[in-house]
């Protein structure tokens, strides 16, 4: 990327210092904390490589509002909100499965996400964006397929935590979308899906029950390589993560047409 803004930069510095964070503990997780429910994990990974991404930015930009995964928020008077995940995949990172990403997206009001990084260490893999300035992996420019019918195309989507009504909706969901489309996966870090989406890995990617900081950063590293990104009925993505669709755009309204069916309308509640 020509000219990366300071915010970018000074993101890609503390997401990998944050990655060699977790590299250290990777592998060797003997002990963890359940959230919300049995697979809602966290682990000192997290809570450490957080620390490290909060003290850095408060340092850097005592004026910035910070809301994170682990610690919450802290608001000030300011135009600029950073999100973070410090650690999207937990469960997969205390499993030994590769597939996990610190998560920094910068917010200014009045427009939006406007800075992101996506990092995950055990691969070295750097994703970033700017807004309006495209995206990156590994200083590669990167883009969206071209795919135009579901049968050519390979999605990826996510399961919520809470096993109600909305988590057996979702089963019936991945049926009909597994029976039109090459196939689906379930990897377990939606900023990395959102990632894999920009770089043309996966044609779609949809899910529901999120968080900002699940979200924040792979939508505009997606949006900004081409990827459609809304929410199921095509209207503007929600910031809070309850529901997104991203997508290469060709096959955008053929996957919203099957998420708005009025038989998956609790889903909207």
């Given at each position: ?99 996990f990403s610190v998560s920094i997206g910068l917010v200014k009001k009045n427009i939006g996400t ?31 397929t071209s795919s135009n019918t579901l049968s050519d195309s390979l999605l990826v989507t996510g ?107 609790k889903i909207f509640k």
């Open positions: 990327m020509k000219n990366p803004s300071e915010f970018l930069t000074f993101a890609i510095v503390i997401a990998k210092e944050a990655g060699k964070i977790q590299m250290e503990y990777f592998g060797k997780i003997t002990a963890f904390k359940k959230k919300s429910t049995n697979i809602d994990l966290v682990t000192n990974a997290d809570i450490e490589s957080e620390k490290y991404i909060i003290n850095q930015i408060t340092r850097k930009y005592p004026n910035h509002s910070i809301l994170a995964e682990e610690s919450g928020d802290t608001f000030n008077e300011s135009e600029y909100l950073w999100v973070i995940d410090p650690l999207d995949g937990t469960t997969n990172f205390t499993h030994n499965l590769p597939i406007v800075c992101a990084v996506v990092f995950n260490p055990s691969a070295d893999k750097c994703f970033y964006a700017e807004y309006k300035k495209g995206s990156f992996l590994n200083n590669k420019p990167i883009k969206c399961f919520p935590y809470l096993h109600d009504i909305k988590y057996d909706l979702s089963f019936e969901i991945f049926k009909e979308f597994y029976d039109k489309t090459r196939g689906l996966r379930r990897l377990g870090s939606a900023s990395l899906d959102l990632c894999f989406v920009a770089m043309g890995r996966f044609d779609g990617y949809y899910e529901f029950g999120l968080k900002p900081w699940d979200i924040c950063a792979g939508s505009l590293i997606a949006t900004e390589a081409g990827a459609k990104v809304t929410d199921w009925d095509n209207s503007k993505l929600p910031f809070d993560g309850s529901r997104i669709i991203a997508t290469n755009g060709y096959i955008h309204s053929k996957m919203t047409d099957i998420l708005s069916k009025e038989k998956y309308k």
